[in-house]
């Protein structure tokens, strides 16, 4: 019976690191109002629904997004793009591209019309995110790997957000951004690609929600005339550091005093999750009950050989005798 219950015990705790470790996922958009030779289609909209990591996202966008050209040193090509922008945010995961009421509905919208209208479009709706590393830090060095020549003499800039050496350029507002812009498009068109890495928030005195940061991003690059691309992450995992920002529908029912209106909303993720811990739970128990009946029917002390009865002839001549 002990051993029964520690290996029930362990496997409940198996089941939590399980639900614990499982990652959070984010969405990835890659767009360009013009396709720039990325494509030999005349329009290209690309939608994987398979679930892939950020070192695969990287491969699709060098590969079939056409960044190979864009953030790779290379001196035997012309320039296609003035500026590649990298959108990092953390708030947005994949279940809230399909909800009605979203908590940042500019960056929702913002993202789908770009989508929707731009001649080349890739998106990656489930990119499996870890919060082992910051995000700008495991794609850049993932373009880094699949560069032959690396980064090294590509120009490519940060916002001060950005967790980068103090040493490199970074952008304290949106006014820097649109310098950087102006004098891109009228460097010769043989030059290389900038490539602007907008990490989370933007900005440190930013008081702007995502939607509105990367609106004005894309006015301002539309204004401006220049040919861009831009590619939007989402690195949903930092929320986890502070539970009471997650979404409204990350948490279980729950009956206290202080549970706040809609926190037991539960999405299809957080049910599939429940309803797996439930069915495991239910079969432990069982399996406890089988071992413990098994166990008591092997205790019960029964004789193993049993006398067989007198034979009734026998009892009647012995009767005749005693006459």
């Known amino acids: ?114 989508f929707a209208s731009s001649e080349f479009s890739m998106a990656f709706p489930y990119v499996a995110m870890s919060d082992d590393d910051k995000l700008e830090k495991s794609l850049l060095s993932g373009f880094a790997e699949n560069c032959n020549n690396g980064l090294g003499n590509n120009h490519i800039t940060y916002t001060d957000t950005c967790s980068v050496s103090e040493d490199l350029k970074k952008h304290h507002d949106m006014d820097s951004i649109h310098g950087l812009v102006a004098s891109q498009t009228k460097k010769n068109p043989s030059g290389q690609t900038d490539l602007v890495v907008f990490c989370d928030g933007g900005f440190k005195d930013n008081t702007k929600s995502e939607g509105e940061l990367l609106s004005e991003l894309v006015t301002l690059l539309k204004k401006s005339g220049a040919k861009y691309t831009i590619l939007y992450a989402s690195q949903p995992y930092g929320l986890l550091e502070s539970p009471s920002n997650l979404p409204l529908g990350r948490y279980l029912a729950e009956k206290t005093n202080t549970t706040k209106p809609g926190r037991g909303k539960c999405d299809g993720e957080c049910l599939v999750k429940s309803t797996l811990l439930e069915g495991s739970f239910v079969g432990i128990v069982l399996l406890i009950i089988l071992i413990s009946g098994l166990k008591c029917m092997m205790g019960i002390d029964t004789p193993s050989k049993f006398d067989a009865p007198p034979e009734s002839g026998n009892k009647m001549s012995e009767l005749s005798k005693q006459r």
């Not at 767009?31 to 699709?60: I, R």
């Not at 056409?66 to 990092?88: I, M, P, Q, T, Y």
């Open 1 to 114: 019976m002990a051993a029964a219950w520690a290996a029930a015990v362990a496997v409940m705790l198996l089941l939590a690191q399980v639900s614990a470790a499982a990652p959070v996922m984010g969405p990835a958009f890659l767009w360009a109002p013009k396709n720039y030779g990325f494509s030999s289609d005349e329009t290209k909209e690309m939608v994987y629904y398979q679930t892939v990591s950020p070192k695969s996202l990287v491969k699709s966008v060098l590969e079939e997004g056409g960044w190979s050209n864009l953030v790779c040193s290379r001196e035997d090509h012309a320039k296609s793009v003035d500026v590649a922008v990298l959108f990092l945010g953390s708030k947005l995961q994949s279940s809230d591209i399909s909800k009605e009421k979203q908590a940042d509905s500019t960056l929702v919208d913002m993202l789908k019309n770009s």
